[in-house]
């Protein structure tokens, strides 16, 4: 795509935990507890109008789904100001000065005093019902490949709760992460290509981790990615949690406008206009009596019904792909769940499928009256959720008519996206009064800026000197989350600094590739695989089955993975005798080959002993047997 042809414009916001010695605005620690939950409580939250007596859109949004919140807390790492029980304490200064520091070290301008805001949230994440933020500094850039790119603001704010998982009509949250530091670094919308989205984030998480206070792990850094183009419309895509998805949200995202564009145009020349989509729906329940598709006999068995709506002038546009594996069918199911409460849809331009036969199909269109020209959308669930659901399908008809709606979107795992809420408005924000403010004194900066820690550049000089590692190496590393536990585990002597380098970049990504959890792994569980490595419990070579094991089995130890995986070293006698016997078995080749069989003979002992003894024991009990052959 020609993505200065299409106006391309990208702003990033960054979202970065803080590694405080508590939370923002409690003393509790900053941690994810890992024991059993103590205790759980119940809230339902509601909208609250602003300072000019209007509604936030997306709060409004998030309350019409009527869910109800259940609270799992544990007293390790929350309190009665998490649970919106007890006034918060003072703005952890600790936070603070880390978000000056990297202000500093971004030439953004801190502002002469910091004052705490609320920002409505009712989707459960927060107990409050708003989530607590703060402007640090203002401007400042950020270079990448020699260009720099502006900053808008610094902010620090308050975490929320994390999802556990939907039962029904209630939304189960953990509160052990609401209220840990978080950096936001929102950037100016200077970024025109995707390759420069993921440029850009890279140099700014290198600027964070040079801080030396930021939480390391999976979700301790969370990308916001902001996509215009020309004729589109500006969409807030949320949680991209890969540094390296953020070029491919970005391109999917262009391939979603550009398509929908192209939608809005069709239907145009096809005369298609809002008052052809009169909405009106008709119970089809009877067509369906004998059906072979489950999910419709389960509904009409439960008492529910079959609804459809026809879209005149929509064949072909409802199954038309947006980007990969999304279409606009997509987009209406996302608005079908969200408003109505059911699973999804089907559309004609899908079906026959789905154990839906043709003759049913047929029996459809005959009912609806459909044309050759038209789609006809349907639902199977109770009567209620039904026709909430097609009105707001037939409502995301209306709006392929003019184009692109604005919107929040959040990020699947595969970079495609999917329809979150409307986008908020400036009624989502007014004062905290709980918090006092704070004063930036020129003193407080001094003092900073005297303490300021090397830039990226100069840790990747110091790093290739002190762990006598290759440009290439030393540059993954630092460009790693991983940094900080690097030169930990090298300080503390576990093991060749290559071979720490290596399986903490190259062979986490790789194993990732192959669909591996690597996200399970905590560093502790890392720590204890170097460890066996170095006593010489195990050989390097059984480093990726041991992280694979372990990332399947969270909360198991090393140890565990070693005995369950039987890699423990082989002792000497025991590995002399296979040599010996190999060697043996291949005496024709031996023969015929002498000292140059060594390669293959290698190569088969080594793979039947990866793991279980060191390459360089195999090579000297080979090259000894091969030399004593008569």
Not at 159 to 175: Q, T
Not at 247 to 255: C, R, W
């Amino acid at each position: 795509m020609d993505y200065g042809k299409l106006g391309l414009k990208v702003g990033l916001e960054i979202h970065q935990e803080l590694a405080t010695q508590h939370k923002l605005f409690c003393q509790c620690p900053p941690e994810l507890f890992k024991e059993e939950l103590e205790y759980t409580f119940l809230r339902r939250l509601r909208p609250s109008q602003s300072e000019l007596g209007e509604i936030d859109p997306a709060a409004l949004f998030e309350f019409m789904k009527g869910r109800t919140m259940l609270y799992e807390a544990n007293r390790a790492t929350s309190c009665l100001v998490e649970m919106d029980e007890e006034p918060p304490g003072p703005l952890n200064p600790e936070a603070l000065d880390v978000c000056l520091t990297f202000a500093l070290l971004t030439d953004s301008k801190p502002v002469d005093e910091v004052h705490v805001m609320r920002k409505i949230v009712v989707d459960g994440s927060n107990t409050t019902g708003f989530q607590r933020t703060c402007v640090v500094s203002v401007g400042g850039s950020v270079e990448s490949e020699g260009k720099a790119y502006g900053i808008q603001h610094i902010g620090l704010e308050e975490d929320a709760a994390r999802k556990v998982r939907d039962e029904g009509e209630v939304s189960r949250y953990r509160i052990d992460r609401l209220g840990i530091p978080l950096m936001e670094v929102a950037t100016d919308p200077v970024i025109y290509s995707p390759e420069e989205a993921e440029r850009v984030a890279l140099a700014i998480g290198r600027l964070l981790r040079a801080t030396g206070k930021v939480r390391r792990g999976l979700g301790s850094i969370r990308q916001d990615v902001n996509v215009s183009i020309t004729d589109g419309a500006l969409i807030e895509i949320k949680g991209v949690q890969e540094l390296g998805l953020v070029s491919k949200v970005v391109e999917y995202e262009v391939q979603r406008q550009v398509a929908l564009l192209g939608l809005t145009e069709e239907l145009a020349g096809r005369g298609v206009g809002e008052g052809d989509l009169n909405g009106d729906l008709v119970d089809v329940s009877s067509l369906f009596k004998g059906t072979k598709s489950r999910i419709i006999k389960n509904a009409l068995k439960n008492g529910g019904v079959v609804l459809a709506v026809r879209l005149p002038g929509f064949a072909r546009i409802v199954g038309s792909e947006l980007c990969p594996g999304r279409r606009l069918g997509s987009e209406m199911a996302d608005h079908a769940r969200f408003h109505g409460g059911v699973k999804g849809i089907f559309h004609t331009d899908e079906l026959p499928a789905y154990d839906i036969s043709e003759g049913e199909v047929q029996a459809l269109k005959e009912r609806m009256g459909a044309e050759a020209s038209d789609a006809v959308v349907i639902v199977a669930d109770d009567e209620d959720k039904s026709r909430k659901a097609l009105e707001a399908v037939v409502a995301r008809a209306k709006q392929a008519l003019h184009g692109i709606p604005r919107e929040t979107r959040s990020a699947n795992p595969d970079g495609t996206t999917h329809f979150t809420r409307p986008r908020p408005g400036a009624a989502r924000m007014y004062p905290e009064t709980d918090v006092v403010s704070i004063p930036v004194t020129s003193e407080r900066l001094e003092a900073l800026k005297a303490a300021l820690p090397e830039m990226p550049e100069e840790k990747l000089e110091r790093i290739k000197a002190d762990y006598d590692l290759n440009e290439k190496l030393a540059r993954q590393i630092v460009n790693s989350i991983h940094a900080e536990f690097f030169e930990e585990l090298a300080k503390e002597g576990l093991g060749d600094t290559t071979l720490l380098a290596v399986t903490l970049t190259e062979t986490l990504k790789s194993l990732e590739r192959d669909g591996v959890p690597v996200g399970s792994l905590d560093e502790p569980v890392m720590t204890g695989v170097f460890a066996l490595v170095n006593e010489g419990r195990t050989a390097k070579e059984s480093v990726p089955e041991l992280l694979t094991w372990l990332s399947s089995n969270p909360g198991r130890s090393a140890d565990e993975a070693l005995d369950s995986l039987g890699l423990g070293m082989m002792a000497v006698e025991v590995l002399r005798e296979l040599v010996e016997a190999r060697v043996s078995e291949k005496s024709e080749m031996v023969e015929q080959m002498g000292m140059k069989a060594f390669g293959p003979l290698m190569g088969l002992i080594m793979g039947e002993v990866r793991g279980k003894a060191q390459a360089g024991d195999v090579q000297n009990l080979l090259r000894k047997a091969l030399q004593e052959r008569p």
